[in-house]
T-cell receptor, first 114, second 110 residues
Protein backbone atom coordinates (compact mmCIF):
# COMPACT_ATOMS: atom_id res chain seq x y z
CA UNK A 1 0.00 0.00 0.00
CA UNK A 2 1.27 3.43 -0.94
CA UNK A 3 -0.96 5.14 1.65
CA UNK A 4 -1.54 8.79 0.72
CA UNK A 5 0.26 10.12 -2.34
CA UNK A 6 0.53 13.72 -3.52
CA UNK A 7 1.69 15.32 -6.73
CA UNK A 8 3.65 17.39 -7.46
CA UNK A 9 6.27 17.42 -4.67
CA UNK A 10 7.45 20.93 -5.53
CA UNK A 11 5.95 23.78 -7.54
CA UNK A 12 6.84 27.39 -8.25
CA UNK A 13 4.11 29.68 -9.58
CA UNK A 14 3.88 33.31 -10.53
CA UNK A 15 1.18 35.49 -8.98
CA UNK A 16 -2.09 34.95 -10.83
CA UNK A 17 -1.27 31.52 -12.22
CA UNK A 18 -3.49 28.55 -11.44
CA UNK A 19 -2.68 24.99 -10.53
CA UNK A 20 -4.18 21.82 -9.10
CA UNK A 21 -2.65 19.72 -6.36
CA UNK A 22 -3.50 16.05 -6.62
CA UNK A 23 -4.03 13.59 -3.78
CA UNK A 24 -4.90 9.91 -3.80
CA UNK A 25 -5.28 7.28 -1.07
CA UNK A 26 -5.45 3.51 -1.32
CA UNK A 27 -6.68 2.74 2.21
CA UNK A 28 -10.40 2.73 1.31
CA UNK A 29 -10.93 5.75 3.56
CA UNK A 30 -14.13 7.74 3.38
CA UNK A 31 -12.87 11.12 4.55
CA UNK A 32 -10.13 13.25 3.04
CA UNK A 33 -8.58 16.59 4.02
CA UNK A 34 -6.35 19.37 2.80
CA UNK A 35 -4.11 21.23 5.27
CA UNK A 36 -1.51 23.92 4.88
CA UNK A 37 1.54 24.26 7.11
CA UNK A 38 3.29 27.59 7.61
CA UNK A 39 6.21 28.41 9.91
CA UNK A 40 4.97 29.33 13.37
CA UNK A 41 1.33 28.58 12.47
CA UNK A 42 0.96 24.83 12.71
CA UNK A 43 -1.23 22.82 10.38
CA UNK A 44 -4.52 24.45 9.38
CA UNK A 45 -7.48 22.80 7.66
CA UNK A 46 -8.38 24.25 4.25
CA UNK A 47 -11.14 21.95 3.02
CA UNK A 48 -12.35 18.49 3.80
CA UNK A 49 -14.56 15.83 2.28
CA UNK A 50 -16.50 13.71 4.74
CA UNK A 51 -17.41 11.19 2.07
CA UNK A 52 -17.48 10.78 -1.69
CA UNK A 53 -19.63 13.50 -3.22
CA UNK A 54 -19.36 15.99 -0.35
CA UNK A 55 -16.95 18.81 0.38
CA UNK A 56 -16.89 21.54 3.03
CA UNK A 57 -14.81 24.51 4.08
CA UNK A 58 -12.30 24.32 6.88
CA UNK A 59 -10.55 27.07 8.79
CA UNK A 60 -8.78 28.80 5.85
CA UNK A 61 -10.69 28.14 2.58
CA UNK A 62 -10.33 31.52 0.85
CA UNK A 63 -8.56 31.31 -2.51
CA UNK A 64 -8.99 27.55 -2.85
CA UNK A 65 -11.43 25.11 -4.39
CA UNK A 66 -11.60 21.35 -4.08
CA UNK A 67 -12.99 18.38 -5.96
CA UNK A 68 -13.65 14.91 -4.60
CA UNK A 69 -13.21 13.08 -7.87
CA UNK A 70 -14.04 9.64 -6.47
CA UNK A 71 -13.48 7.78 -3.22
CA UNK A 72 -9.71 7.67 -3.76
CA UNK A 73 -8.93 11.13 -5.09
CA UNK A 74 -9.27 14.66 -3.67
CA UNK A 75 -7.77 17.63 -5.49
CA UNK A 76 -7.06 21.19 -4.37
CA UNK A 77 -7.14 24.02 -6.90
CA UNK A 78 -5.65 27.48 -6.69
CA UNK A 79 -7.45 29.58 -9.30
CA UNK A 80 -5.28 32.69 -9.04
CA UNK A 81 -2.23 32.11 -6.88
CA UNK A 82 -1.06 34.78 -4.44
CA UNK A 83 2.22 35.05 -2.49
CA UNK A 84 0.24 34.44 0.72
CA UNK A 85 -0.44 30.93 -0.57
CA UNK A 86 3.24 30.03 -0.40
CA UNK A 87 3.16 27.08 1.97
CA UNK A 88 3.50 23.34 2.33
CA UNK A 89 0.26 21.55 1.52
CA UNK A 90 -0.64 18.20 3.04
CA UNK A 91 -3.42 15.85 2.10
CA UNK A 92 -4.72 13.41 4.70
CA UNK A 93 -7.34 10.70 4.89
CA UNK A 94 -9.22 8.81 7.58
CA UNK A 95 -11.95 6.20 7.74
CA UNK A 96 -14.47 8.57 9.27
CA UNK A 97 -14.89 12.25 10.06
CA UNK A 98 -17.24 11.80 12.97
CA UNK A 99 -15.10 9.68 15.26
CA UNK A 100 -11.50 10.07 16.37
CA UNK A 101 -10.05 8.00 13.57
CA UNK A 102 -6.39 8.40 12.75
CA UNK A 103 -5.67 10.77 9.90
CA UNK A 104 -2.83 9.58 7.67
CA UNK A 105 -0.85 12.23 5.85
CA UNK A 106 0.83 12.38 2.49
CA UNK A 107 4.40 13.62 1.90
CA UNK A 108 3.33 17.17 1.05
CA UNK A 109 3.60 19.64 -1.83
CA UNK A 110 5.93 22.58 -1.36
CA UNK A 111 4.49 25.56 -3.21
CA UNK A 112 6.17 28.89 -3.78
CA UNK A 113 4.24 31.79 -5.32
CA UNK A 114 6.42 34.60 -6.62
CA UNK B 1 -12.34 28.41 20.21
CA UNK B 2 -10.20 25.30 20.54
CA UNK B 3 -6.60 25.97 21.47
CA UNK B 4 -3.61 23.69 21.56
CA UNK B 5 -0.33 24.93 23.03
CA UNK B 6 2.86 22.92 22.91
CA UNK B 7 5.93 23.54 25.02
CA UNK B 8 8.78 23.93 24.78
CA UNK B 9 9.02 25.18 21.19
CA UNK B 10 12.44 23.58 20.91
CA UNK B 11 14.40 21.16 23.06
CA UNK B 12 17.96 19.96 22.77
CA UNK B 13 18.95 16.84 24.72
CA UNK B 14 21.96 14.64 24.98
CA UNK B 15 21.57 11.04 23.89
CA UNK B 16 20.15 9.08 26.83
CA UNK B 17 18.79 12.18 28.59
CA UNK B 18 15.09 11.60 29.27
CA UNK B 19 12.56 14.43 29.12
CA UNK B 20 8.91 15.29 28.47
CA UNK B 21 7.07 17.38 25.92
CA UNK B 22 3.87 19.14 26.92
CA UNK B 23 0.60 19.70 25.05
CA UNK B 24 -2.02 21.76 26.87
CA UNK B 25 -5.45 22.17 25.35
CA UNK B 26 -8.73 23.98 25.83
CA UNK B 27 -11.49 22.20 23.97
CA UNK B 28 -15.02 21.30 24.92
CA UNK B 29 -15.98 17.73 24.32
CA UNK B 30 -12.58 16.23 23.54
CA UNK B 31 -13.04 13.06 21.53
CA UNK B 32 -9.37 12.28 21.01
CA UNK B 33 -5.85 13.66 21.30
CA UNK B 34 -3.26 12.70 18.71
CA UNK B 35 0.51 12.74 18.69
CA UNK B 36 2.42 12.83 15.41
CA UNK B 37 6.07 12.89 14.53
CA UNK B 38 7.27 14.98 11.58
CA UNK B 39 10.71 14.70 10.02
CA UNK B 40 12.08 17.56 7.89
CA UNK B 41 10.53 17.64 4.44
CA UNK B 42 8.01 14.90 5.22
CA UNK B 43 4.40 14.56 6.25
CA UNK B 44 3.30 13.94 9.85
CA UNK B 45 3.58 10.31 10.95
CA UNK B 46 1.01 8.99 13.41
CA UNK B 47 2.24 7.94 16.85
CA UNK B 48 -0.64 7.71 19.35
CA UNK B 49 -4.29 8.46 19.99
CA UNK B 50 -5.51 9.05 23.55
CA UNK B 51 -9.23 9.14 24.23
CA UNK B 52 -9.77 9.79 27.94
CA UNK B 53 -8.02 11.21 30.98
CA UNK B 54 -5.77 8.68 32.65
CA UNK B 55 -5.01 6.82 29.47
CA UNK B 56 -1.40 5.97 28.62
CA UNK B 57 0.19 4.48 25.51
CA UNK B 58 3.75 3.38 24.81
CA UNK B 59 5.84 2.74 21.74
CA UNK B 60 9.54 1.99 22.05
CA UNK B 61 11.09 4.97 23.90
CA UNK B 62 7.91 7.06 23.78
CA UNK B 63 5.06 7.16 26.28
CA UNK B 64 2.03 9.42 25.95
CA UNK B 65 -0.26 10.33 28.82
CA UNK B 66 -3.47 12.37 29.04
CA UNK B 67 -5.16 14.45 31.73
CA UNK B 68 -8.22 16.67 31.44
CA UNK B 69 -6.09 19.68 30.54
CA UNK B 70 -2.89 18.39 28.99
CA UNK B 71 -0.95 15.56 27.47
CA UNK B 72 2.69 14.64 27.91
CA UNK B 73 4.99 12.82 25.55
CA UNK B 74 7.73 11.24 27.65
CA UNK B 75 10.93 10.28 25.88
CA UNK B 76 13.10 7.78 27.75
CA UNK B 77 16.79 7.41 26.91
CA UNK B 78 16.40 9.08 23.51
CA UNK B 79 18.62 8.34 20.52
CA UNK B 80 19.64 10.72 17.71
CA UNK B 81 17.03 9.10 15.44
CA UNK B 82 14.32 10.45 17.75
CA UNK B 83 15.17 13.94 16.54
CA UNK B 84 12.06 15.37 14.85
CA UNK B 85 9.21 17.80 15.38
CA UNK B 86 6.46 16.34 17.54
CA UNK B 87 2.93 17.57 16.87
CA UNK B 88 -0.08 17.38 19.13
CA UNK B 89 -3.64 17.65 17.80
CA UNK B 90 -7.12 17.51 19.33
CA UNK B 91 -10.35 16.24 17.83
CA UNK B 92 -13.82 17.01 19.12
CA UNK B 93 -15.78 15.40 16.36
CA UNK B 94 -17.75 16.55 13.39
CA UNK B 95 -16.65 19.08 10.82
CA UNK B 96 -13.73 20.69 12.60
CA UNK B 97 -11.09 18.14 11.79
CA UNK B 98 -7.94 18.18 13.84
CA UNK B 99 -6.70 21.31 15.63
CA UNK B 100 -2.92 21.21 15.76
CA UNK B 101 -0.39 22.80 18.05
CA UNK B 102 2.71 24.41 16.59
CA UNK B 103 4.94 21.52 17.56
CA UNK B 104 8.08 20.89 19.61
CA UNK B 105 11.32 20.65 17.65
CA UNK B 106 13.42 18.00 19.41
CA UNK B 107 17.13 17.53 18.79
CA UNK B 108 19.02 14.61 20.32
CA UNK B 109 22.76 15.08 20.26
CA UNK B 110 25.07 12.02 20.21
Amino acid sequence: NAGVTQTPKFQVLKTGQSMTLQCAQDMNHNSMYWYRQDPGMGLRLIYYSASEGTTDKGEVPNGYNVSRLNKREFSLRLESAAPSQTSVYFCASSYSLTVADTQYFGPGTRLTVL
Amino acid sequence: EDQVTQSPEALRLQEGESSSLNCSYTVSGLRGLFWYRQDPGKGPEFLFTLYSAGEEKEKERLKATLTKKESFLHITAPKPEDSATYLCAVFRGGADGLTFGKGTHLIIQP
